[in-house]
């Protein structure tokens, strides 16, 4: 065994308990700070939404999930486990490849039954404020605050030797600008305040973005829509209708809107609209941290961040985990937890503070040479075989095959082979057989 840190985490999660789980078993002492009053964060389904549907609004009532009631998971169970704890069926449970959210949060919550994390966790505690004690020393204040009564806040400070980030990155929602949206005069909502489709009955409807949110509204409102209009990037794209619909279409992307309501696209083509939903992702938002401008969100890109995961000059007294997109969430985020639990007791050394620097800023010159955006610093499409071998020599973890081979390019691959209706018409079980990666 070796050192052992007081850790704050920052979320409970997935994220958060996965943390939890390894901090505790390389001996850490742990408390998990967690808003709600259960675990399972935006798995948890929350039938409110924003008080501003766009969610631009500083002021607006907050709401942490971004569930719609008939999501379902857009990855096989089967890569949604952990090392050592498999998302299996339940008797009595959804039996489907693909299940619907309630039997992602029982999962989660079985998780964080079975390994004891439950009493780590101190529910209804919002932070409010992670910041060093001073500037010599590696230690971080977590100021919390619980509701008591109706009305009255009753905020806590305690000192931890280290602090890990883990507050998800799917409820501060990121719109589409174009000229006119100011004064257009329809609804706008952000996909983040979506639930169910009966607002949408007879309405003309234009959607934002090409994502898995965007595709599962579209599908579920365009029985009630009079019309949908799917906006989309890609150069050059002329307008089309949507195979598989009748009313709807897909446009390249919004050129400007009007005060009489239309939408102009690129390619010329006109819609009356009543509606516009941005399916267009999330920022990453972390209020509660004070570092003194160490660490930033530009454009969605934190940092510095070495690996996604710590700054280099407040390492290992800081990091995050849950970052990187276009990646399997679970398999990244519980090897990067792994990575820091390893850290902290000094069974892994880190780099040099020059050597971090060094490597993070090599990563930014290859998305330069990528033409990638700032905001695609933590995107893992081309990277993701690499960044999970890379954590699991860090943690000397021989992977199995599943987790070595198989990335969400992968599966995006294998899925687009089957329609928009791949969820039910998939068998996962018998695609990994005829591709080896089951023995039959």
């Given at each position: 065994?070796?050192?052992?840190y007081?850790?704050?985490?920052?979320?409970g999660g997935?994220?958060?308990l996965?943390?939890?789980?390894?901090?505790?078993?390389?001996?850490h002492?742990?408390?998990?700070?967690?808003?709600?009053?259960?675990?399972?964060?935006?798995?948890?389904?929350?039938?409110?939404?924003?008080?501003d549907?766009?969610?631009l609004?500083?002021?607006r009532?907050?709401?942490?999930s971004?569930?719609?009631r008939?999501?379902r998971?857009?990855?096989?169970?089967?890569?949604?486990?952990?090392?050592?704890?498999?998302?299996?069926?339940?008797?009595?449970?959804?039996?489907?490849?693909?299940?619907g959210?309630e039997?992602?949060?029982?999962?989660?919550?079985?998780?964080?039954?079975?390994?004891?994390?439950?009493?780590?966790?101190r529910?209804g505690?919002?932070?409010?404020?992670?910041?060093?004690?001073?500037?010599?020393?590696?230690e971080?204040?977590?100021?919390?605050?619980i509701?008591?009564?109706?009305?009255r806040?009753e905020?806590k400070?305690?000192?931890?030797?280290?602090?890990?980030?883990?507050?998800g990155?799917h409820?501060?929602?990121?719109?589409?600008?174009f000229?006119?949206?100011?004064t257009?005069?329809?609804?706008?909502?952000?996909?983040?305040n979506?639930r169910t489709?009966?607002?949408f009955?007879?309405?003309?409807?234009v959607?934002?973005?090409?994502?898995?949110s965007?595709?599962?509204?579209l599908?579920?409102?365009?029985?009630?829509?009079?019309?949908v209009?799917?906006?989309?990037?890609r150069?050059d794209?002329?307008?089309e209708?949507?195979?598989?619909?009748?009313?709807?279409?897909q446009?390249?992307?919004?050129e400007?809107?009007?005060?009489?309501?239309?939408?102009?696209?690129?390619?010329?083509?006109?819609?009356?609209?009543?509606?516009?939903?941005?399916?267009t992702?999330?920022?990453?938002?972390?209020?509660f941290?004070?570092?003194?401008?160490?660490?930033?969100?530009?454009?969605?890109?934190?940092?510095?961040?070495?690996?996604?995961?710590f700054?280099?000059s407040?390492?290992?007294?800081i990091?995050?985990?849950?970052?990187p997109?276009?990646?399997?969430p679970?398999?990244?985020?519980?090897?990067q937890?792994k990575?820091?639990?390893?850290?902290?007791?000094?069974?892994?050394?880190?780099?040099?503070?020059?050597e971090?620097?060094n490597?993070m800023?090599?990563?930014y010159?290859r998305?330069?040479?990528?033409?990638?955006p700032k905001?695609y610093t933590?995107?893992?499409?081309?990277?993701?075989?690499?960044?999970?071998?890379?954590l699991?020599?860090?943690s000397?973890?021989?992977?199995?095959?599943?987790?070595?081979?198989i990335?969400?390019?992968?599966?995006l691959k294998?899925r687009?082979?089957y329609?928009?209706?791949y969820?039910?018409?998939?068998?996962v079980?018998?695609w990994?057989?005829?591709?080896?990666?089951?023995?039959?």
């Amino acid at each position: 065994m070796g050192e052992s840190y007081k850790v704050a985490v920052i979320g409970g999660g997935m994220a958060g308990l996965l943390t939890a789980k390894e901090l505790q078993r390389e001996g850490h002492r742990v408390t998990v700070f967690e808003k709600a009053d259960k675990v399972g964060g935006t798995w948890r389904y929350d039938s409110r939404v924003e008080t501003d549907p766009l969610g631009l609004d500083p002021n607006r009532l907050i709401v942490h999930s971004s569930l719609y009631r008939s999501l379902r998971v857009n990855i096989p169970r089967r890569f949604m486990g952990s090392l050592d704890y498999p998302f299996l069926e339940k008797e009595g449970g959804d039996p489907r490849f693909f299940p619907g959210h309630e039997e992602v949060l029982g999962f989660i919550e079985d998780f964080a039954r079975d390994f004891g994390l439950m009493e780590l966790i101190r529910f209804g505690h919002e932070v409010v404020r992670v910041e060093r004690v001073d500037e010599v020393s590696h230690e971080w204040v977590v100021e919390s605050r619980i509701l008591e009564g109706k009305s009255r806040w009753e905020s806590k400070e305690e000192v931890f030797e280290a602090v890990v980030i883990c507050n998800g990155k799917h409820t501060v929602p990121r719109i589409a600008e174009f000229p006119g949206r100011d004064t257009w005069p329809g609804l706008e909502l952000h996909s983040h305040n979506y639930r169910t489709p009966e607002q949408f009955n007879n309405k003309i409807v234009v959607v934002i973005g090409n994502g898995s949110s965007a595709a599962d509204i579209l599908k579920e409102i365009s029985p009630l829509a009079k019309q949908v209009h799917q906006t989309i990037r890609r150069p050059d794209f002329q307008s089309e209708r949507l195979e598989n619909h009748n009313n709807a279409w897909q446009h390249p992307r919004i050129e400007c809107a009007h005060k009489d309501g239309k939408i102009v696209f690129e390619d010329g083509s006109i819609v009356d609209a009543d509606i516009i939903i941005h399916c267009t992702g999330y920022k990453y938002s972390f209020p509660f941290l004070r570092s003194n401008g160490i660490v930033t969100v530009d454009d969605n890109r934190v940092g510095p961040l070495y690996q996604h995961v710590f700054p280099p000059s407040l390492a290992p007294w800081i990091s995050f985990v849950g970052l990187p997109f276009k990646a399997m969430p679970g398999m990244v985020i519980e090897l990067q937890a792994k990575w820091i639990a390893k850290v902290l007791c000094g069974k892994v050394k880190l780099p040099t503070q020059e050597e971090m620097t060094n490597s993070m800023e090599q990563h930014y010159y290859r998305l330069e040479k990528r033409g990638w955006p700032k905001h695609y610093t933590h995107n893992l499409e081309e990277d993701e075989f690499e960044y999970k071998a890379w954590l699991a020599a860090q943690s000397d973890l021989s992977l199995p095959e599943l987790w070595k081979e198989i990335t969400l390019s992968t599966l995006l691959k294998a899925r687009s082979d089957y329609g928009s209706n791949y969820r039910d018409t998939w068998d996962v079980d018998k695609w990994m057989q005829t591709n080896g990666f089951l023995k039959r």
